[in-house]
C-alpha cells in the first residue's frame, strides 16, 4: 500500500485501555482484533522456519552429537519467541524475528562444511558478528547509516523487497521451478501439475477475491482456507513430500494429520565455542567470515523494517519508522540470542508485511507472533499442518501491495531511477536483499559522482558502497590471503 495514505485514526468512543494506551493502537488507526490478526498471519508465513531451519542445520551436526533435529525445531520456536516479543513490547513495531534464511544456510555449508568449523564453533561466529552488531547500534553507528540512505532509494529498497518475497513465495510453492532449457520455468515442464499447485492457486485467487471485495482478514482467510483443502486433500491421496522422484508432491511440510502435542526438547541450547575457531582457521580468516556475517544483517534488517514501515504507513518524511533505535538494537541482540540458542542468528522477518497486510500496525501484533512462537514449541505437529503452497500465498500477495509504493520513485531522474531499478531488479534475481540493497548503494553513488556532485553524497553513503565493494569481491579476496 503506498504510504502516501496516512491510515484513518481511529475514533475513541470512550476511556482507552491500558493495552490500546501502551501499544498506540487506536492512535496508529488500528485495533486490538486487527493486531491478533495481524499476529496471526504473520506467524502463519514464517511458521515454515520451524521445519527449515532444522532441516538446514542438521547436516551441520556431527556423528554422535548431542544436537538433534527435534530439538533445534525447539530451540528456533522458543528463540523466535522470546526476540519477537521483545519487538513488540519494546520497540512497538509489527516486526517479528526468527532464524534468518541464508545465514543458517551460511552455517552450515560455509562455516561447518565449507571452513571445517564444529557446530558449536561456528555458533560461536554467530555469536561475535551479534555482539559486534550490537556495539554498532549502540554507537549510533548502524541508525546513522540507516538515516543516511535517501528517501526513494529506501522506496526502492521496500519495493525490490515485495518482488523478493513474492519470487519466495513462487518458489516455496513451486510454482516457479529450475528449468534444464531455460533458469526457471512455469511449474513442472511448464505446466501447474499436481495437488499442491491447485491448493496455491486456490489460496491466492480466494485472497484475491476477498481484498477486492474488501473483506477484513482476506490473507488470513486465504491462507487457512487452503490449509483445510490441503489437510482434506491429503487425507484422501497420501502425497509425499517433494522430491526429484515425485515432482508434484508437497513443498516443506505435508499437511497430515497425526499427533497434535510433543514435549520440546531444548538440546541445542548453549551449544556454542565462542573461541574455537579462532585456534582453527585464525583470526583473519575468522574477521572475513565474521564480516560477511555482519554485513548481511546489517543491511537486510534496514531493508526490511523499511518495507513493513512503509506497508504500515509508519514512516516520517524520510523514510524512517519510529524508535528506529530500538528496533535495530532488538535485532542486533537477537543475532547474539540465536547463537547462544544453537539456531542460528535471528534476524527481522520480511513475512512480518503479510500480516501489515492484514492490519497490524503496532508491537501488539509481534507479542501475538511471539506467544504464538513459544506455544509452537508443544505444537509442533499443528504447525507443520501448514504447508508452504498455502503459506507462499501470503507471501505473493504482499509483493503486490508493497509494490504499488513503486509511484513514489522519480522515473524521470536518473541518478534516482536506475539504482531503484538495480535495487528492484537484484533483490529477486539474485535472490539476496543484501545483493539489491548494495547494488543500489554503489551505482547511486557511482552516478552521482559522475554527475559532479559527489559532494552531496552522505558520507555514510560512501562508506557503505566501498564496504559492498569489498563484500562482492569477498570470494576472491579470501582466496588471495589463502594463496
Do not use: C
Not at 499437511?255 to 502435542?261: A, K, N
Amino acid at each position: 500500500m503506498s504510504t502516501k495514505t496516512a491510515p484513518k485514526r481511529a475514533h475513541s468512543t470512550g476511556s482507552v485501555s491500558p493495552l490500546d494506551s501502551f501499544f498506540k493502537i487506536s492512535e496508529r488507526g488500528s485495533t486490538i482484533a486487527q493486531e491478533v490478526r495481524g499476529g496471526l498471519v504473520t506467524f502463519f508465513a514464517m511458521a515454515y522456519i520451524l521445519v527449515v531451519n532444522p532441516l538446514i542445520l542438521s547436516s551441520a551436526i556431527g556423528e554422535g552429537s548431542s544436537i538433534t533435529p527435534a530439538g533445534i525445531a525447539a530451540g528456533t520456536a522458543l528463540v523466535a519467541g522470546i526476540v519477537t516479543i521483545l519487538m513488540g513490547v519494546v520497540a512497538n513495531f509489527p516486526l517479528a524475528l526468527a532464524a534468518g534464511m541464508g545465514l543458517n544456510a551460511v552455517v552450515a555449508f560455509t562455516l561447518v562444511l565449507g571452513a571445517g568449523l564444529t557446530y558449536q564453533e561456528a555458533m560461536g561466529l554467530i555469536v561475535w558478528e551479534g555482539i559486534l552488531i550490537t556495539i554498532l547500534v549502540l554507537t549510533g553507528f548502524r541508525e546513522a547509516v540507516f538515516r543516511a540512505v535517501p528517501r526513494q532509494l529506501k522506496t526502492a529498497i521496500s519495493v525490490g523487497i515485495g518482488l523478493f518475497i513474492a519470487f519466495v513465495g513462487l518458489v516455496n510453492a513451486g510454482i516457479i521451478r529450475p528449468s534444464q532449457g531455460a533458469p526457471v520455468e512455469l511449474g513442472v515442464h511448464g505446466s501447474l501439475a499436481g495437488w499442491p499447485a491447485l491448493v496455491f492457486v486456490f489460496g491466492l485467487l480466494l485472497t484475491i477475491v476477498l481484498y477486492v471485495r474488501k473483506v477484513p482478514g482476506a490473507i488470513l482467510i486465504g491462507l487457512l482456507s487452503s490449509t483445510a483443502l490441503a489437510v482434506f486433500i491429503q487425507f484422501f491421496v497420501h502425497l509425499e513430500a517433494k522430491s526429484p522422484e515425485n515432482p508434484t508432491g508437497w513443498g516443506q511440510t505435508v499437511p497430515e494429520v497425526g499427533q497434535l502435542v510433543a514435549i520440546p526438547s531444548f538440546d541445542s541450547l548453549g551449544q556454542v565455542d565462542l573461541f574455537g575457531a579462532v585456534t582453527k582457521i585464525g583470526p583473519v580468516a575468522v574477521i572475513l567470515l565474521v564480516f560477511s556475517l555482519l554485513l548481511a544483517d546489517f543491511f537486510d534488517t534496514m531493508g526490511t523494517m523499511v518495507a513493513v514501515g512503509g506497508e504500515a504507513h509508519l514512516l516520517d518524511k524520510e523514510g524512517n519508522p519510529p524508535r528506529s533505535k530500538q528496533i535495530l538494537l532488538i535485532d542486533s541482540l537477537a543475532a547474539v540470542a540465536g547463537g547462544l540458542g544453537g539456531v542460528s542468528s535471528n534476524t527481522s522477518y520480511i513475512e512480518s508485511s503479510a500480516g501489515v497486510g492484514e492490519g497490524a500496525r503496532t508491537g501488539l501484533a509481534s507479542v501475538v507472533t511471539g506467544v504464538l512462537f513459544l506455544l509452537s514449541t508443544f505444537l509442533a505437529p499443528v504447525v507443520e499442518l501448514v504447508p508452504t503452497e498455502a503459506a507462499s500465498t501470503a507471501l505473493v500477495f504482499v509483493g503486490f501491495l508493497m509494490m504499488m509504493q513503486v509511484t513514489e520513485i522519480e522515473w524521470d531522474k536518473p541518478e534516482i531511477a536506475i539504482p531503484a531499478f538495480l535495487t528492484l531488479a537484484f533483490m529477486p534475481f539474485s535472490y539476496s536483499i543484501t545483493v539489491g540493497i548494495g547494488i543500489g548503494f554503489i551505482t547511486y553513488t557511482v552516478i552521482r559522482a559522475a554527475k559532479g556532485e559527489a559532494r552531496h553524497v552522505h558520507p555514510l553513503m560512501w562508506l557503505t558502497s566501498l564496504l559492498f565493494v569489498f563484500y562482492f569481491l569477498l570470494g576472491p579476496i579470501q582466496a588471495l590471503l589463502a594463496g
